[in-house]
């Protein structure tokens, strides 16, 4: 077991108990670290009471909002994590957006809106966050930025479409990153996990369909479960991960090794 007593990090992108950001949450408490959480404002607040239900779960000390389009809202997250805690750890960026109409049909047609909304909260967001963190994992001699891609950055699968450029643009900017935090020893790293059923994986057109033809044609001819990519992402958040900076790293049972018959 890792141990991550003494370690505090913050992980963006729970939303419900099935979401692989939740699934990440619990294997990092499980190996004793303090966790922080963030929500989304809602008009009902069902994003909020959903998150604090959840983290109470996990003894989550800091439950604070952040939508990462808001510039400011992101300066408030870590300031309150300044105060409360001091440093960082670890942040876990779990985030990605598409407009339904554009995870299906003509991907030449896919809105000017759509595209740049898609790469906003997918892979930008990524960068004023770890801009954020990285003055307060310094403070302890480093730290681990990790995010959630998949591997329709690198094939065209069948109606990922706006998302497949924005987690292009993830993993690209995952090596950028870690270029430019190394000399601090802050890691960064990605995980490409296989496909999950999630509520935002829901909105895939046709993904029942998709999720088990990647099941076939594994190495491990099956999924991979929300417990195996938390279990990754505790990995590269420790010091086990010492020396794993700028990777993408596929946690999809073998699917992405697999040629054609």
């Known amino acids: 077991m890792i141990d991550f007593k003494g370690k505090k990090g913050v992980v963006l ?7 692989i950001a939740w699934a990440i949450t619990e294997s990092l408490h499980q190996c004793g670290a303090e966790l922080a959480l963030t929500f989304i ?3 009902k607040g069902r994003y909020e009471k959903n998150v604090r239900s959840l983290g109470t779960q996990v003894e989550a000390s800091i439950i604070h909002p952040c939508d990462v389009q808001d510039e400011k809202a992101i300066d408030s997250l870590m300031e309150v994590i300044s105060q409360q ?7 876990v960026h779990s985030l990605a957006f598409a407009k339904q109409e554009d995870l299906g049909g003509s991907f030449s ?3 000017r809106d759509g595209f740049l909304k898609a790469q906003e909260i997918s892979a930008y967001s990524l960068l004023p966050l770890s801009a954020g963190a990285a003055p307060l994992m310094r403070k302890n001699g480093g730290g681990s930025i990790i995010t959630m891609s998949y591997i329709g950055a690198m094939l065209a699968v069948p109606n990922y479409n706006a998302m497949g450029p924005a987690k292009a643009a993830l993993e690209s900017s995952v090596r950028y990153l870690a270029r430019e935090l ?4 802050i890691r960064v790293n990605a995980i490409s996990a296989g496909p999950i059923r999630t509520l935002s994986a829901s909105g895939v057109k046709n993904f029942s369909t998709l999720i088990q033809g990647v099941a076939e044609q594994s190495a491990l001819k099956r999924n991979v479960t929300q417990a195996e990519v938390g279990a990754t992402a505790a990995f590269l958040c420790s010091d086990a991960a010492s020396a794993i900076t700028g990777q993408t790293i596929y946690v999809d049972c073998g699917f ?3 040629g054609g018959a």
């Open 256 to 258: 992405n090794v697999m």
């Open 41 to 43: 404002e809602d008009p």
């Open 109 to 111: 047609e896919t809105s």
């Open 85 to 91: 805690w001091g440093k960082l750890d670890f942040l």
């Open 13 to 19: 992108g729970v939303g419900n108990s099935r979401s």
């Open 182 to 185: 190394g000399t601090d020893n």
